[in-house]
Nanobody, 121 residues
Framework: QVQLVESGGGLVQAGDSLRLSCTAS????????MGWFRRAPGKEREFVAA????????YYADSVKGRFTISRDNAKNTVYLQINNLKPEDTAVYYC??????????????WGQGTQVTVSS
């Protein structure tokens, strides 16, 4: 059974940093682009960042450019999201998923449980 497990979230203060991890089990995704998405309270899930299979190409939502960095370690079957200078508007449940080649559209069959990030002002 394919499973994606996100971790690393928490309750932090504005300006703090977090590193989120997403580890796959049951299969590998090293040939797939991978993305991070988030769902804030009362809002639709939105794209945050994506990385191609080799890690050589990344893509970010305008709202997170300069603060978020996506990376991957295919040997560990893990994708990371480094978040710096957290803001209250970053409060959301963060999910990872493989994406289509456009690096933005998620493959919807692989959502995990997500990891909660809560930023206090």
């Amino acid at each position: 059974q394919v499973q994606l497990v996100e971790s690393g979230g928490g309750l932090v203060q504005a300006g703090d940093s977090l590193r989120l991890s997403c580890t796959a089990s049951g299969r590998t995704f090293d040939n797939y682009p991978m993305g991070w998405f988030r769902r804030a309270p009362g809002k639709e899930r939105e794209f945050v960042a994506a990385i191609n299979w080799s890690g050589g190409d990344t893509y970010y939502a305008d709202s997170v450019k300069g603060r978020f960095t996506i990376s991957r370690d295919n040997a560990k079957n893990t994708v990371y999201l480094q978040i710096n200078n957290l803001k209250p508007e970053d409060t959301a449940v963060y999910y990872c998923a493989p994406t289509y080649p456009n690096l933005k559209t998620p493959m919807n069959n692989y959502w995990g449980q997500g990891t909660q990030v809560t930023v206090s002002s």
